[in-house]
């Protein structure tokens, strides 16, 4: 991905989007909610916001929301993300869930970060991927 791209992704968009997703998270727990939205390479926006369990182990970040609405919208690749809480603050995404986004990111994709704008590869050095797979079926 070119810096052009970077200038491109209007993040104040997608951390409107993600915010306006906390408003619907089922927190019923934790009461904390999350929002998460992505630029998709062909111009949509995916959503998602975190559904919890009260088994717990089986709650479903706001990531996982967001993949199923870019499978469900038509599929794609990733090309900007980010997620916050319910004041619209920038989180990070848990390690599984920077997992979950490579599986569906473009090489390259951005992440706005507590630290700034990072790439999945900075956030997910050496990612475990579709390609580690497909090298040891071969």
Not at 79 to 92: H, L, Q, R, T
Not at 112 to 129: H, K, N
Request: include cysteine; glycine fraction near 10%; proline fraction near 4%.
């Amino acid at each position: 991905m070119s810096d052009s791209h970077m200038t491109d992704i209007d993040w104040d968009q997608l951390r409107g989007v993600a915010t306006d997703a906390t408003k619907k998270a089922y927190v019923p727990y934790s009461k904390y909610p999350v929002g998460a939205a992505a630029l998709v390479s062909d111009g949509r926006i995916v959503a998602g916001c975190n559904v919890e369990n009260a088994g717990y182990g089986v709650t479903l970040c706001a990531e996982c929301g967001l993949i199923s609405d870019l499978a469900m919208s038509g599929g794609g690749r990733l090309v900007a993300f980010v997620c916050v809480n319910a004041d619209g603050e920038v989180i990070m995404p848990c390690g599984r869930c920077r997992q979950l986004l490579s599986e569906h990111a473009l090489p390259g994709m951005l992440l706005e970060t507590v630290s700034g704008i990072r790439t999945m590869d900075e956030v997910l050095p050496d990612a475990f991927g579709p390609r580690d797979l497909d090298a040891t079926a071969s």
